[in-house]
């Protein structure tokens, strides 16, 4: 909540932009959203699911090896 120029929400949204997230902000009118996502997620796993699907294709699962062969080339 204390990230310069707003980097953690807007990483917050751009995951909820590809279907991989939702985000609800803390300064929320709506103090239920958390509940009513959790209710339609428990009927429609489906969904969680998908966003799993969402999620993966974002990763990169090679960022640790990366990393290493960054700092310490052959």
Do not use: C
Request: glycine residues 2%; negative net charge; aromatic residues 10%.
């Amino acid at each position: 909540p204390y990230a310069a120029d707003n980097h953690q929400k807007e990483n917050a949204e751009y995951i909820e932009s590809e279907g991989a997230a939702v985000t609800i902000h803390s300064t929320s009118d709506d103090p239920s959203a958390l509940v009513r996502y959790l209710l339609e997620w428990k009927s429609n796993p489906e969904i969680l699911k998908e966003m799993g699907h969402n999620s993966l294709r974002l990763s990169n699962v090679n960022a640790a090896y990366q990393t290493v062969a960054y700092f310490f080339p052959h």
